[in-house]
């Protein structure tokens, strides 16, 4: 059965830490594995990787895949408050199979 | 334009109410989708419309109707819904793996 687990579940850091968080998979016809971050209302598109070793970045957040070892992790440099969040990992085969998510909490 | 739009952002309706969510992107992707989303849970597929055509649907109860007037639009039809359909219904669309997600509407059913 195709799976997605990510860890931590939650998590909580003081403003400026730099936090990684972990995607591992287990999924059959793999195309892409994306991120996601979600506040009170939608997720919202972070990165899709499709390469192994490329690492994408955006400003202070950044990520990379490992199709040998099926696993991504997601970095946030400098946390802010407004960091804080449920970011998700979902990875695309013919639908989007998705991890739990973990809570991240930034104290001031 | 590079975002999916839905109307309402609320919604609560009596377990006799008809009602329809809508979705529309132009963004030209071919592949839009509804979600149901429970709190403290991941987005859980509903329906997929490829080039307008449904091609995934999860086992939805048919109190839910989708329908994809054209490449742009996607509507849910409500009806007969129950309690426990109380949730943030989502809309996304995507080319080339990369899915976009809509605001989703919120929905409360009494």
């Known amino acids: 059965e195709d799976k997605v687990v990510q860890s931590p579940l939650s998590l909580v850091v003081h403003e400026g830490d730099t936090v990684t968080l972990n995607c591992s998979y287990e999924v059959t016809n793999f195309r892409s594995l994306l991120w996601y971050k979600q506040e009170k209302k939608a997720p919202t598109f972070l990165f899709m990787l499709t390469s192994s070793g490329i690492e994408k970045k955006s400003g202070r957040l950044s990520s990379i895949l490992d199709k040998k070892e099926l696993f991504s992790i997601l970095n946030i440099t400098a946390t802010q408050t407004g960091d804080s969040a449920v970011y998700l990992c979902a990875v695309l085969n013919y639908q989007l199979i998705w991890g739990a998510g973990t809570k991240l909490i930034i104290k001031p | ?110």
């Open chain 2, 1 to 110: 334009d590079t975002e999916v739009t839905q109307t309402p952002k609320h919604l609560v309706m009596g377990m006799t109410n008809k009602k329809s969510l809508k979705c529309e992107q132009h963004m030209g992707h071919r592949a839009m989708y509804w979600y149901k989303q429970k709190a403290k849970k991941p987005p859980e597929l509903m329906f997929v419309y490829s080039y307008e055509k449904l091609s995934i649907n999860e086992s939805v109860p048919s109190r839910f109707s989708p329908e994809c007037p054209n490449s742009s639009l996607l509507n849910l039809h409500l009806h007969a819904l129950q309690p426990e359909d109380s949730a943030l219904y989502l809309c996304a669309s995507s080319q080339d793996g990369k899915t976009v997600f809509g605001p989703g509407t919120r929905l409360t059913v009494l």
